[in-house]
């Protein structure tokens, strides 16, 4: 990993055979972010991706064991119960260019991914939602 800080943004460049979650969490704690959103793009092989079932209150998981293309990987960072907690979602190209998308689970990269994070001098909380199940935005 490679990692530069630009004003209010750091770039980051993950090589292959980074898991992508790890990584982010590793900026996260070597530049102190708090509050963040997070945009990429890359290449990657073996990434398993989830969808929330609002009537189990669970994620259904689909790996994806092959070599994808990341064409777009968003989200953002906020703290629950005082730990980083990341939201990312992913959509992925195979080489006949079907695409898949949901909630980056896990994902290693294949070749490269290049990843912007904007950060925000604020901190950004969650809570559980009871309504949903899902932790969302609270402050």
Do not use: Q
């Not at 209150?57 to 980083?84: H, K, Q």
Request: charged share 20%.
């Amino acid at each position: 990993m490679l990692t530069k800080n630009v004003n209010d943004t750091i770039i980051v460049r993950l090589d292959k055979g980074e898991e992508i979650l790890a990584s982010l969490h590793a900026v996260c704690a070597e530049y102190g972010v708090r509050a963040a959103s997070i945009t990429g793009i890359g290449a990657v092989k073996g990434t398993t991706i989830g969808m929330y079932d609002m009537e189990t209150g669970r994620y259904s998981t689909l790996p994806l064991p092959g070599f994808m293309e990341l064409t777009n990987l968003s989200g953002n960072v906020s703290a629950l119960d005082g730990e980083t907690y990341l939201h990312i979602h992913v959509t992925l190209a195979d080489e006949n260019g079907h695409a898949f998308g949901g909630h980056l689970k896990e994902a290693f990269i294949g070749a490269t991914a290049e990843i912007f994070f904007t950060v925000y001098d604020t901190n950004i909380d969650r809570a559980r939602d009871d309504a949903t199940g899902l932790n969302t935005f609270h402050w």
